[in-house]
Each structure stands twice: as structure tokens, then as C-alpha cells.
């Protein structure tokens, strides 16, 4: 077991983000297809209802750093709990549509600022030797909330209520509540202390509990650090020469995450199972287990993080990727494979993208940005990530219908390629290293 348990629960409190980001995310595939049918939405305005909520998560996710350096970390979480909460209730007793995509807006505000806000708070709390398997935390939970939110859609989709798709979004306001009550207890991050605040006695007590046996030197590495940054910089300066580098590895592997098709995946799961000729309750039985796949493999992840580093980790699921993408492509082509195998292909996918991508992403673009530019560096990831999300969900039912499934798929196998190339040749290894020794 992991021997600091107070930094433990304070990480595993600010991960509970993550748990309802996935909750969030996943929880629309159960009730999609009934809200198309009930407001009788175009392909296009039924995707635009869907993807909403991810263009939430592109302001969410931009606009997050500002008030992250500001008024620190810890009031962020606290905000984004109460978003949450609010978007659950609106979005359950919404009357029609536009009242609809207002709350998802909201719960996408949320989802964006805890992408930002919470590795970034995780990676600035943890030692250097875990701070990996801490911030993958994050990760985890936003799979077990996938995995909650699906089986919560199945457990409520075979009771008989009325507008069952009402109460499989209503039922996230109990962990967003559970969310905000623990965020209280939270203490401030001690690298926003001592760069933003200059306050070195909270910084060192905090440190004390979080990583006594190097409280003197971390301290040393922060005033080093604070002193070649000592002017105020601002978003603007990610993108000068000398920090540039950050910034474009940050928006690459946001880039590479969404191309791979993860959220196409997650978004539309019961419907690219019934397009493979399953049976709607085998389509939502099949999501239930996309979501067991992914906290398994995720788990896998976490223990390797810290032991084999994060290159390793995107090795593996690019090669995973590429061969479930190909085997999902082809299986939608013709009558080569057939379409019964295509959730154990599903499978493979998310299993690769679980270890590999999933695993690395918010705790690589948290560690590689200057403690004074890590919360506009992580609004830059998040906002790569989530706008790319929210392109993708947006056009999936419209050129999934016009080109077929299989060239999509296709198309994000070569991206996948990509990835590699990528992983291979140009993108640095953070293992072990504290966040001020990383250039």
C-alpha cells in the first residue's frame, strides 16, 4: 500500500474529478438514441446536443488557467463540484433541447476545468517517484466513472420508469455532492504557494506531510526556478521560443489521444454495436464491458507508470491501437471478419488506449510546463484534447452514415501510426525527475 496516506487521500480526493468527467462522458451513450427520438433531432443537430457538452469542455479546459494561477487550485475543485451538481439536475429535468444543451454546457465547464485543474493540483503535491501512478490516478477515475455510468444506464434501462434517460443523467448528482463535500478538506498546492503567493510557511507545512524527507530541497528547486521566471508571464508566453517546446509536445499527445477515436468510442458504443448488426441490450451489455476492460487495464497502467516510464507505456498502446483499429476497420468492410467479434475488438482498443494514451496524458502535459506556466500549459493540453473531442462526437453520426464505418476507422489507425513515429523519435522521458529538473 502506498505508504503517505494523507497524500494519498488528497490525491485520490482531486482524482474524484476525474470519476465524474468519465461519469459525465459515458453517461449520455445510454440516453442519446431516446433523446433523438423524443425531439425528433436531425443527425446534425443530434450530434451537436451530444457534442455540447465537449464544446463546454473546450472553454472549460481554456479557460481555467487564468483563475487556476489567481485564486489557486483548491477553489477550482471546489467550483467545479458545484458545476457538476448543477448540470446533473438541469440536464435530468431539462423540458426540451435548448434547456438540454445549456446544463450539459455547464457539466462540460466542469469536466474541462478538472482536466486542467486536477493533475496539474496532483502533480504539484506528489513526490517525484510517484507522481506518475498519483496523477494516473485522475485516469482511473475517469474510467470507473465510465464503468459506473454504464452499468448505472443497464441497471435503470431494465426498470420500467418513465424517461428512464431522465434518471440515468439525474443520478451523477450524488457523487458530484460526495465530490464537493471532500474537496473542503483539501490542503493548497505548495509550488502555487511559493510562486504565486510567496508564502513559504503554508508551502513548508504542506510539504512536511506530502514529503518530509525532501521538503528543504523541493523548496531550493521551486526559488530556482521562480528566480528565471521572476518576471510575470502570462498564456502568451507558451508559445515564445524557449518554452514553445512544452506547448507543441502538450497539443501533440492531446492531439494524438482524440485521433485515436477514443471518445467516438465512448460517445456512440451501444450504436456502432447495432450498426454491426448486435442486439440493443448485447449493444449495452457490450459498453459494460468496455468500461470493465478500461479500469483493468488502466490498473495496469498505474503499476507501470513509475516502473517502466511513460514512453514504454505509449509504445505499447500505439501498437495495441493499431492493431484493433485495422481489426475494427476490416470488420466493418465486409464478410471477412465477422461483426460478432467486433466487441472483443472494441476491447483490444480500449485496453491499448487504457495503458498507453489514457495513462500518460494528463500526468505528461502536468509535468512537462515551469511551475509558473503549468496551469496555462495544462489549459492548452485540455483544450487540444477537448476540442478535437468535441469535432469528433460532433461529425461521427454524419460521416459514419455517409462514408461507413470501416473508413473511419481506417483513418484513425494511420493516426495512430503517427503516434508512434511521434513516441519513438521526439517525446521525452519524465520518469523519476522533479517537476523543476524536467527541460
Do not use: C
Not at 146 to 163: G, K, M, P, Q, R
Not at 184 to 211: C, F, G, H, M
Amino acid at each position: 500500500m502506498f505508504k503517505n496516506s494523507y497524500v494519498f487521500f488528497i490525491s485520490l480526493t482531486a482524482a474524484l474529478g476525474g470519476f465524474l468527467f468519465g461519469f459525465d462522458t459515458a453517461v449520455i451513450s445510454g440516453a442519446e438514441q431516446a433523446i433523438q427520438e423524443i425531439w425528433r433531432l436531425s443527425d446534425w443537430m443530434h450530434g451537436f446536443s451530444i457534442a455540447i457538452a465537449l464544446y463546454g469542455t473546450v472553454i472549460g479546459a481554456l479557460g481555467a488557467g487564468y483563475p487556476a494561477n489567481r485564486f489557486g487550485r483548491k477553489p477550482m475543485l471546489l467550483l467545479i463540484g458545484v458545476l457538476y451538481t448543477v448540470s446533473a439536475l438541469g440536464s435530468a429535468l431539462a423540458p426540451e433541447v435548448n434547456t438540454f444543451m445549456f446544463f450539459r454546457f455547464l457539466g462540460g465547464l466542469g469536466v474541462g476545468a478538472s482536466s486542467v485543474i486536477a493533475p496539474m493540483y496532483i502533480s504539484e503535491i506528489a513526490p517525484a517517484g510517484k507522481r506518475g501512478m498519483l496523477v494516473a490516478l485522475f485516469q482511473f477515475n475517469i474510467v470507473l466513472g465510465i464503468l459506473v455510468a454504464y452499468f448505472s444506464n443497464y441497471l435503470i434501462a431494465l426498470t420500467d420508469l418513465e424517461s428512464s434517460w431522465r434518471w440515468m443523467l439525474g443520478v451523477e448528482i450524488i457523487p458530484a455532492l460526495i465530490y464537493s463535500v471532500l474537496s473542503i478538506r483539501l490542503p493548497r498546492s505548495p509550488r502555487w504557494l511559493i510562486a504565486n503567493q510567496n508564502d513559504y510557511e503554508e508551502a513548508r507545512e504542506v510539504l512536511t506531510k506530502t514529503d518530509p524527507e525532501n521538503v528543504d530541497r523541493i523548496i531550493r528547486n521551486i526559488e530556482k526556478e521562480k528566480a528565471k521566471m521572476e518576471r510575470k508571464e502570462g498564456f502568451f508566453a507558451l508559445f515564445k521560443k524557449q518554452y514553445f517546446k512544452f506547448t507543441f509536445m502538450a497539443i501533440l499527445i492531446a492531439f494524438f489521444n482524440q485521433l485515436s477515436g477514443i471518445n467516438a468510442i465512448i460517445y456512440f458504443a451501444p450504436r456502432i454495436f447495432e450498426s454491426a448488426g448486435i442486439s440493443t441490450e448485447n449493444g449495452l451489455l457490450s459498453t459494460m464491458g468496455i468500461g470493465f476492460i478500461n479500469v483493468i487495464a488502466t490498473m495496469i497502467g498505474l503499476y507501470l507508470i513509475d516502473k517502466m516510464g511513460r514512453k514504454f507505456l505509449l509504445y505499447l498502446g500505439s501498437a495495441g491501437y493499431l492493431v484493433s483499429l485495422s481489426l475494427m476497420a476490416i470488420s466493418f468492410s465486409g464478410d471477412i471478419i465477422p461483426s460478432n467479434l467486433l466487441p472483443f475488438f472494441v476491447f483490444l482498443f480500449i485496453a491499448a488506449h487504457a495503458v498507453g494514451s489514457g495513462s500518460i496524458i494528463w500526468a505528461f502535459i502536468a509535468e512537462i510546463f515551469p511551475n509558473k506556466l503549468r496551469a496555462h500549459g495544462q489549459s492548452i493540453g485540455s483544450f487540444t484534447h477537448w476540442l478535437f473531442a468535441a469535432i469528433i462526437a460532433n461529425v461521427f453520426p454524419y460521416f459514419a452514415n455517409t462514408f461507413g464505418s470501416s473508413a473511419i476507422f481506417w483513418f484513425f489507425a494511420s493516426m495512430m501510426l503517427l503516434q508512434l513515429l511521434w513516441a519513438i523519435f521526439i517525446m521525452p522521458e519524465t520518469k523519476g525527475r522533479e517537476l523543476e529538473e524536467i527541460k
